[in-house]
């Protein structure tokens, strides 16, 4: 968004939420706002995208250099979503390796909570992809020819968390590994069903007999004999 006398850069970033009384991610907004004297970023909360930049540990950071500066954000921000994104398929990985054994309800749960996070990845990784698009063509403030350059790197580490986050949202298709997940909950569901009636019935004839009555219905009346 250009306006008079200053511009406004608006992006997506991961950030780290509980849901369910577990750790799990979603994204919030990260403005960088650029005038010709100084560089404003706002977030709502503490984000390791800009934790590098306060403890000087980035390479050639330098805010003199204010697009080279946006754009080292940017890539640290699209390197973080990549991080983020190999640990929610280990995550999933895990739970994938329970079916059959050890799958129970909470799986299900953190199987969804892994779904709702790809979408917001993805949603945010495109919306951030847009803004690159439009930043390929900003005029306004003056870029060196390493800047355009690590734009371009920007776009390509953005497109890759693009890729990562489809194929890990097909892997957790509701449609399919989710599917079989639920049918082996279902499945245990009804063997713990059917022990239950099995114990239920044996104890019934076990209680009849210790009060010494029949466990059948008498033939002409349908109640209990006593003996």
Known sequence: ELQDGYTLILVDIPAIEIRHDQRTYTTIPLGIILTQDIIVTICTEDTPVLQNFVRSRVKEFS???????????????AAIYQAN?????????????????????????????LESTLVYFATSLRANGVVLDRLTRYKRLEQYPEDKELLDDVIVENRQAIEMTTIYRDIINPNGHFRYLRYECQRKLDAVCKYTAWVSDHLYYY?????????????????INHK
């Open 63 to 77: 805010t003199k250099k204010k697009l080279r500066f946006v754009y080292q954000i940017l890539y640290r921000t």
């Open 85 to 113: 994104l190999r640990i929610i398929d280990k995550r999933r990985t895990e739970i994938e390796e329970r079916v059959g054994s050890d799958t129970d309800d909470s799986d299900l749960i953190n199987l969804h909570e």
């Open 207 to 223: 209680i009849a007999d210790l009060c010494n009555y029949d466990a059948f219905p008498a033939k002409e009346k349908n109640v």
